[in-house]
Nanobody
Framework: QVQLVESGGGSVQAGASLRLSCAASGGTFSWYALGWFRQAPGKSREFVAA????????YNAHSVQGRFTVSRDNVNNTVYLQMNSLKPEDTATYYC?????WGQGTQVTVSS
C-alpha cells in the first residue's frame, strides 16, 4: 500500500522559510494529484496546497497564496512545500495526501 513520510518541519521565527518534503512509496506516484493539509491544535484539518499529476497546475489556499509553493518530483516520488514568510498562524502539523493515503505529519512552529 501507499506510504507517505513527511520531513522538514521545525521551529522558526516569523519571516523565516522552511521546505517540507513528502516521500511516497508503494503506489504509482505520477498518476496522483498530491495535496498538503495542516491542522492546528483545536482546529479542523485544512487544505493548504495541491498539485496535479503532471505538475503543470497548482492550487493554494488563500491564506498561503504568494508565500507557499507546492512542487513535485515524479522521478524521486517526492512532493515539496516551500514555505516563505512564515507567520505564527502557520503553526500546525502539516500532512501530505495521495489518494486515500496520509502521512504521519510534520510539525511546524512559527514564533513571533
Amino acid at each position: 500500500q501507499v506510504q507517505l513520510v513527511e520531513s522538514g518541519g521545525g521551529s522558526v521565527q516569523a519571516g523565516a522559510s522552511l521546505r517540507l518534503s513528502c516521500a511516497a512509496s508503494g503506489g504509482t506516484f505520477s498518476w496522483y494529484a498530491l495535496g498538503w493539509f495542516r491542522q492546528a491544535p483545536g482546529k479542523s484539518r485544512e487544505f493548504v496546497a495541491a498539485i496535479r499529476s503532471s505538475g503543470g497546475t497548482t492550487y493554494n489556499a488563500h491564506s498561503v497564496q504568494g508565500r507557499f509553493t507546492v512542487s513535485r518530483d515524479n522521478v524521486n516520488n517526492t512532493v515539496y512545500l516551500q514555505m516563505n514568510s512564515l507567520k505564527p498562524e502557520d503553526t500546525a502539523t502539516y500532512y501530505c495526501n495521495m489518494g486515500a493515503a496520509w502521512g504521519q505529519g510534520t510539525q511546524v512552529t512559527v514564533s513571533s
